[in-house]
């Protein structure tokens, strides 16, 4: 199928700008023009691509033609770079799946050094981001996926360890008799979103227990501390974050010597494995300041 790159770059200017009259602007057009154009390209593909919400929100269908429109401005902005000897036209758009700790964590400072580019970044758990991937969504992932997906190729970045935590009151409440199966299984637990299975699998290393404890859902890795912290529960977190709690005595370890490792990879398509070598150069050199070695 042939899509007019003149009406995918108005799909990604109404869900980049949120709105018909900001896509106009972007584009300098009138509002018409661009509800023309998006009406032309939905009836093109046969389907509905824009939620006329506000924000403006894309369709299943239109997050993947808003990818692939990201897609056609990388290459021609590595064509760019091949034909004429200069950098990349700034402000490339990257679609990329993340998982939330390490934007809490390593990640803000590998993205930095990339200036010509910008990030739209997804959130998603590592055990499912390439999903996103595989269906097109975005550009590349981290994940705890090693092996490649069709199309894709892969790199190991490394561990990022995760500490069992829990505020001193919450401790005295629910485990005077120590860190136990029996004590894990009745404990609030925090989670971060019904994917997160991090909290699950530390239980089974430190007891060898399956359990399912009552569990409080809290998608923020900030706030995921912050509500330890308060006492709402017991939860794994980057031992990046917990530096300064531990210290003041504001949170401890459940367990000093049982840290869980999570590996993460960074999968990427192949075809735009060229376009894409600065952001996977980025990655690696962040991970190496910010991830364990993989053993």
């Known amino acids: 199928m042939s899509l007019p790159p003149d009406h995918l770059a108005t799909l990604s200017a109404i869900l980049q700008t949120g709105s018909f009259e900001g896509a106009a602007q972007a584009l300098g057009l009138t509002q018409s023009a661009i509800s023309q154009r998006l009406k032309a390209l939905e009836a093109r593909v046969g389907a509905q691509l824009v939620h006329r919400t506000t924000p403006c929100t894309a369709t299943p269908v239109g997050q993947r033609l808003a990818a692939h429109a990201d897609q056609i401005a990388l290459l021609e902005a590595r064509l760019s770079d ?50 996103r991937l595989l269906r097109g969504e975005v550009l590349g992932a981290l994940t705890t996926r090693a092996s490649p997906l069709p199309g894709c190729d892969v790199m190991a970045l490394g561990a990022l360890r995760y500490q069992a935590i829990a505020s001193p009151d919450f401790i005295a409440r629910n485990f005077a008799d120590g860190i136990t199966a029996q004590s894990l299984a009745s404990a609030p637990m925090l989670q971060f979103n019904m994917n997160d299975q991090l909290q699950h699998r530390w239980v089974t290393q430190a007891t060898g227990a399956t359990l399912s404890p009552p569990c409080h859902r809290l998608p923020s890795s900030e706030g995921f501390v912050t509500a330890a912290r308060l006492g709402m529960g017991w939860g794994m977190a980057p031992e990046a974050l917990l530096h300064d709690d531990l210290a003041r005595g504001t949170l401890f370890l459940l367990h000093a010597d049982c840290p869980f490792d999570t590996p993460l990879y960074w999968q990427w398509t192949r075809l735009l494995g060229g376009a894409l070598a600065p952001l996977t150069r980025a990655l690696r050199r962040g991970a190496r300041q910010g991830l364990r070695d993989l053993t």
């Open 82 to 131: 091949d034909l004429t000897s200069l950098t990349p036209a700034p402000h490339t758009r990257l679609r990329l799946a993340v998982n939330a700790d390490s934007l809490a964590t390593w990640l803000p400072a590998a993205l930095a050094s990339l200036p010509d580019h910008l990030f739209d970044l997804v959130i998603d758990d590592q055990d499912i981001s390439h999903d």
